[in-house]
Every structure is written in C-alpha cells, then in structure tokens.
Nanobody, 122 residues
Framework: QVQLVESGGGLVQPGGSLRLSCAAS????????MGWFRQAPGKEREFVGG????????YYADSVKGRFTISRDNAKNTGYLQMNSLKPEDTAIYYC???????????????WGQGIQVTVSS
C-alpha cells in the first residue's frame, strides 16, 4: 500500500502560480511512477502529467505543457506539481496517484491521494 496526501492548493489569481506537493508513505516511494490528474465540476478526471519512478522522464497533457512542471524528491518521498501562468480553466480538484507505469488513464493507478482544490479566479 502507498498512502498519498496532497497539499498546497488554494485560491490564486489568473497568471499566478501554485505548487502542489504529494507526500507518500508506506511502500518505497521511489519504486512507483506518479501521475497528476484533475477533475473539474461535471467533467471527467483528466491526466495532467506524470513522472517516472527515477524522475528521469516527465510527461504532460498538451493543455498544461510549458506552464506546469512535475518533479519529485525520492529522498523526501514527495512529488511536486509546479503550476505557473494559471488560467481560470485550470480550476479543479487535483489528485496525485501512484502506479507501476505512467498511464494517461486514471484506471491505471491503484493508489490515490484525497485530492485538493485549486481555484483560479480574480
């Protein structure tokens, strides 16, 4: 089992930045690939991006490429989602997830955080 807890969400103005953290406990964090997803009201949960277990590979949805950066610190058992140039359409609940691969589908992830709200509004 891997337990995941997100932090760092909140309200930010358009054009602003936020950094989400995903703290892991349980099994060895460095063995797992991580995905970040988001879900807006009335919409499907969508892939934001992912990072390989070693941190050597990162993957992004087209909608966030160039604005969001995913990283991880395996010594701290923590993953990060740095979000810059935020737009109102980025408003959603954001989730981190862990799996044996970076899947773009939520169904590939057995372990999930509880989610955290990010609201982009003036």
């Amino acid at each position: 089992q891997v337990q995941l807890v997100e932090s760092g969400g909140g309200l930010v103005q358009p054009g602003g930045s936020l950094r989400l953290s995903c703290a892991a406990s349980g099994r060895t964090f460095s063995n797992y690939n991580m995905g970040w997803f988001r879900q807006a009201p009335g919409k499907e949960r969508e892939f934001v991006g992912g990072i390989s277990a070693s941190g050597g590979g990162t993957y992004y949805a087209d909608s966030v490429k160039g604005r969001f950066t995913i990283s991880r610190d395996n010594a701290k058992n923590t993953g990060y989602l740095q979000m810059n140039s935020l737009k109102p359409e980025d408003t959603a609940i954001y989730y981190c997830a862990a799996s044996n691969y970076v899947y773009r589908s939520p169904s590939g992830y057995p372990y999930w955080g509880q989610g955290i709200q990010v609201t982009v509004s003036s």
